[in-house]
C-alpha cells in the first residue's frame, strides 16, 4: 500500500515545485493531481507539458502516481442523450492518454448522476447503471492500452449506493483494470466504509481521506482492520496540507500494526 497526496485542483503548475517538496518532506510516497478544466493539469494539455510536469515531480522526488477527474457534465459516462454520451467517453478517453504521459496508474472517477430532475432530463436509477456500463465497456481497451487503472467512485450523485451493486457494475465489466476508489467521506455518510472494502476486496484499487474527515477516519479501527484483512495493496489518498510527519506516520502505524 502506498500513501499518496491529493494536490487540491486550485493549484497551478508554478506552484507545485514548492508543494512536491512539502510532501516528500511529509513522508508521502507520491502525489495526486487533478485533471479538468481549469485544474492542475488541464484537458488541453500537450503531451510535452504532461512530461515537464512528471520530471518537475521528479526533481522534487515524489512521482505523480493517481489523478482525479474533476466531477464535470462533460465527462459523465451515465447520461441519457447518446451523443452526449459519446462525448463524454471521448473526454475520458483523452483524460485516459494524459495519465499515461504523466506516468499516472489510477484515474478516480465519478461516474454519474443518478435521478430525473424537476425539468424532466436525467435517467431512472436502472437506465444510469446500464449506460455506464456501457460506457465503461467503451473504455475498458483504452485502459488497458494505456496501463492506467479507472477507479470508480460510488456514492456521489446519488449513484451506487449499494457494495454488492457496486461490485456486480465492476465484475460485468470484467477488466482487472476497471475498478473501485473509495471516498471514505462520502461512504461514511450512506453506511459503513468497512462494508464496502470487506465487498469489494481486490477490486479496491483506491481509498480517499478528505480533510474534514482525517481524524475521524485515522480513529476508526473498523476500517483499518477491513483494509488488512483484504491485505490491500493500493493507494491510500490523503490531503495534501497541511502536510503533517506525525500525522502520516500514526496513520502508517494504525494501518499495519493490529490493535494499533
Request: with cysteine; hydrophobic share 45%; proline share 5%.
Amino acid at each position: 500500500m502506498l500513501i499518496v497526496a491529493h494536490i487540491e485542483r486550485t493549484h497551478r503548475r508554478r506552484e507545485l515545485p514548492d508543494l512536491f517538496i512539502q510532501v516528500r518532506e511529509a513522508g508521502f510516497d507520491g502525489v495526486e493531481v487533478v485533471v479538468g478544466a481549469g485544474c492542475t493539469c488541464e484537458l488541453s494539455e500537450s503531451e510535452e507539458d504532461c512530461h515537464a510536469l512528471t520530471r518537475e515531480a521528479e526533481r522534487s522526488g515524489i512521482p505523480v502516481r493517481s489523478a482525479l477527474l474533476a466531477d464535470d457534465p462533460a465527462v459523465r459516462l451515465g447520461v441519457a442523450n447518446e451523443r452526449e454520451r459519446l462525448r463524454s467517453i471521448e473526454a475520458v478517453r483523452a483524460v485516459v492518454r494524459r495519465c499515461r504521459w504523466l506516468g499516472v496508474r489510477t484515474l478516480r472517477l465519478i461516474p454519474a448522476v443518478a435521478g430525473v430532475g424537476p425539468d424532466g432530463n436525467g435517467l431512472s436509477y436502472q437506465e444510469t447503471l446500464n449506460q455506464t456500463w456501457r460506457s465503461l465497456e467503451a473504455l475498458r481497451g483504452d485502459f488497458e492500452r494505456c496501463g492506467v487503472v479507472a477507479g470508480v467512485m460510488p456514492c456521489h450523485h446519488r449513484f451506487l449506493l449499494s457494495p454488492p451493486e457496486f461490485r456486480e457494475l465492476i465484475d460485468r465489466v470484467n477488466s482487472s483494470l476497471v475498478g473501485a476508489a473509495l471516498d471514505w467521506d462520502v461512504c461514511a455518510r450512506i453506511g459503513s466504509p468497512a462494508d464496502w472494502i470487506t465487498t469489494l476486496q481486490h477490486r479496491l484499487a483506491a481509498v480517499s481521506l478528505g480533510a474534514a474527515a482525517w481524524n475521524m477516519a485515522v480513529g476508526d479501527q473498523t476500517w483499518l482492520r477491513a483494509l488488512r484483512d483484504i491485505r490491500f495493496d493500493g493507494l491510500l489518498i490523503c490531503p495534501g496540507e497541511p502536510c503533517n510527519p506525525d500525522e502520516l506516520n500514526a496513520l502508517r502505524k494504525a494501518i499495519v500494526a493490529p490493535g494499533a
